[in-house]
């Protein structure tokens, strides 16, 4: 699924029209991002959290080479998916 396809699903769900959908599509997008780059934790019921975390420096290979390179510790995000999506059978 592409961002496309999850236009098509809100303009049906809520009957707006096309640019009031990517509007909303938008909206929740940037609303996600903005609180992940202030590092708070995204919690969506029945669907799952999204949360930034620290990651350790480390040591990695360039695969072409095989030479160490030493890599920088950052943060990432981390998607942990709730009850309800992890048992979808």
């Known amino acids: 699924m592409i961002k496309a396809d999850l236009v098509e699903k809100v303009m049906d769900a809520a009957e707006l029209k096309k640019p009031e959908a990517i509007e909303a599509v938008n909206a929740l997008l940037?609303?996600?991002?903005?609180?992940?780059i202030k590092g708070d934790r995204i919690e969506l019921r029945g669907f799952g959290v999204f949360q930034v975390k620290d990651r350790k420096?480390?040591?990695?290979r360039n695969p072409k080479t095989g030479r160490?390179?030493?890599?920088?510790?950052?943060?990432?995000?981390?998607?942990?998916p709730g009850k309800d999506l992890r048992n979808l059978n």
């Open 30 to 36: 940037d609303g996600i991002k903005e609180a992940l």
């Open 57 to 60: 420096r480390g040591i990695g």
């Open 68 to 80: 160490e390179v030493e890599i920088p510790p950052g943060k990432t995000i981390r998607f942990k």
